[in-house]
């Protein structure tokens, strides 16, 4: 059984995948070239980097279906997104969807306080309530018990 995650290295991980999947966005540059960039960079000293190459390679190759999730839960157009909101969506996304070992509100506060980091004044309300809409309905289970 694998060791038990370390949170620290998890939030290191996920500071350096908003600005990946955002570089990513910006450049449309080639997937493996975004991942090896970051993984030749100290920005991922200290990181989990597994979970950075698993998080990176399952938003950039199925950004579509990751877009689908939470599209219907927006209240303005796609196309109208700014681009660290929708890297921090893609990415909360992707892992409230497919990383289900991570507590639904683990993943919401990260990517919350990821927001208010790199996206603008109040850009940490919309992912909030965007991830939290996402999550009653992807964890219904977790969120409500069975």
Do not use: C
């Not at 060791?3 to 996920?14: F, G, I, L, T």
């Not at 940490?124 to 991830?131: A, D, H, M, Q, T």
């Amino acid at each position: 059984m694998p060791s038990k995650p370390n949170p620290w290295a998890r939030r290191r991980a996920r500071r350096a995948l908003v600005q990946a999947v955002y570089q990513w966005q910006m450049s449309d540059a080639d997937t493996s070239a975004v991942e090896r960039e970051f993984l030749a960079e100290k920005a991922l000293a200290k990181a989990d980097v597994e979970f950075f190459q698993e998080l990176l390679r399952g938003v950039l190759h199925h950004s579509d279906e990751v877009d689908v999730l939470f599209t219907p839960l927006l209240d303005r157009e796609f196309a109208s997104l700014d681009q660290v909101e929708l890297a921090i969506l893609r990415l909360g996304a992707f892992e409230l969807k497919n990383r289900i070992d991570v507590p639904y509100r683990v993943v919401i506060d990260e990517y919350v306080q990821l927001a208010k980091l790199f996206g603008a004044e109040d850009s940490y309300k919309y992912i909030n309530g965007v991830l939290d809409r996402l999550a009653g309905d992807i964890r219904k289970i977790e969120r409500h018990g069975s």
